[in-house]
């Protein structure tokens, strides 16, 4: 599917597949709008150039903004996880140590 996203930095309204997070140009992050593809590709050039003038405005782009769920909040991340027991990682000090001798070091 598409998706319309605006580049704050390039300042420039993108119609994506998917819902990416970076700008393809810039590689900075961009918002996801709330205008779906068929409605922005209708609208005439005076119309697209009002639409970004308003994506540039930080309280309108707020209100023109949204925020779709990622996959963690799918139905098949959620069934994935239910398969697999959460592991627990449990440290504690040894108290019979000096401070670095109880460092651990990368090599």
């Not at 639409?51 to 098949?76: E, G, I, N, P, V």
Request: proline share 4%; hydrophobic share 30%; aromatic share 12%.
């Amino acid at each position: 599917m598409m998706y319309m996203h605006y580049c704050k930095r390039c300042h420039r309204v993108y119609m994506l597949n998917g819902h990416k997070q970076h700008c393809p140009k810039c590689r900075e992050n961009i918002t996801e709008l709330k205008i779906t593809y068929m409605d922005y590709v209708s609208m005439d050039m005076d119309a697209r150039e009002q639409f970004s003038d308003c994506c540039a405005d930080a309280d309108q782009l707020q209100s023109l903004s949204t925020t779709y769920r990622m996959y963690k909040y799918s139905k098949w991340y959620k069934e994935l996880q239910t398969q697999f027991q959460p592991t627990a990682i449990i440290t504690y000090p040894m108290t019979d140590m000096t401070p670095m001798e109880n460092a651990v070091s990368m090599v």
